[in-house]
């Protein structure tokens, strides 16, 4: 069975810094793209970006270029999300996804990472 | 970058009854789209690929249509479980991009 399977909840300050990790099993993990989705009430679910774990290749949504990053260690079959100064608009429940065979739309989501930024 | 636009936001359906979803997009999308439901405190689930396939294991009341600009998910008779969010999104272009979501509630 492929799963994802995510890091547990954070209750961060603004300015912190702060990695969360999706670990993939059940499959081949460096060969299909992990996604992190972001889902807050007001805006919804927006991708935040994709890597592909193979060779690291990051691509990321324009509005969150810069904001964060993204990287995998296929060696451990995880990948991570990572912020160096969180903001409160950082609050969020985040996804991370994996791509059905051949195409791109997400066929598996983990349970979700829910991210709390409150002085 | 392409939008993607669900309504009705909300829709009130009884159990027993259909339901018809819709999503336009603003470019566009051949038939690169997909339907989710989500339930609260569960991630999405994939309900229909490429407009109109079924996930595995998904019953077979939910059947979805359209191509283009214009997409339809609809329930043929709901059940208790069915009442959740539903989201669509497409992956034809970058970056892959949901709705806003139609809840479907109980009338």
């Known amino acids: 069975e492929v799963l994802l399977a995510q890091s547990g909840s954070e209750v961060k300050k603004p300015g912190e810094s702060l990695r969360i990790s999706c670990r993939g099993s059940?499959?081949?993990?460096?060969?299909?793209?992990i996604g992190w989705v972001r889902q807050t009430p007001g805006k919804g679910l927006e991708l935040v970006g994709i890597?592909?774990?193979?060779?690291?290749?990051?691509r990321y949504t324009a509005s969150f270029q810069g904001q964060v990053t993204i990287s995998a260690d296929t060696s451990i079959n995880t990948a991570f999300l990572q912020w160096n100064s969180l903001k409160a608009s950082d609050t969020a429940m985040y996804y991370c996804?994996?791509?059905?065979?051949?195409?791109?739309?997400?066929?598996?989501w983990g349970q979700g990472t829910l991210v709390t930024v409150s002085s | 970058e392409v939008v993607m636009t669900q309504s009705p936001a909300t829709l009130s359906v009884s159990p027993g009854e259909g339901a018809t979803l819709s999503c336009r997009a603003n470019?566009?999308?051949?038939?690169?789209l997909a339907w989710y439901q989500q339930t609260p405190g569960q991630a999405p689930r994939l309900l229909i690929y490429?407009?109109?396939t079924r996930a595995t294991g998904i019953p077979a009341r939910f059947s979805g249509s359209g191509s283009g600009t214009e997409f339809t998910l609809t329930i043929s008779s709901l059940q208790s479980e069915d009442f959740a969010v539903y989201y669509c999104?497409?992956?034809?272009?970058?970056?892959?991009?949901f709705g806003g979501g139609t809840k479907v509630e109980i009338k």
């Open positions: 999104q497409q992956y034809k272009h970058w970056p892959l991009a």
């Open positions: 890597i592909y774990p193979a060779d690291s290749d990051t």
């Open positions: 470019q566009t999308i051949s038939s690169n």
């Open positions: 059940g499959y081949n993990f460096a060969s299909y793209w």
């Open positions: 490429a407009a109109s």
């Open positions: 996804v994996r791509p059905h065979r051949g195409a791109n739309f997400p066929d598996t």
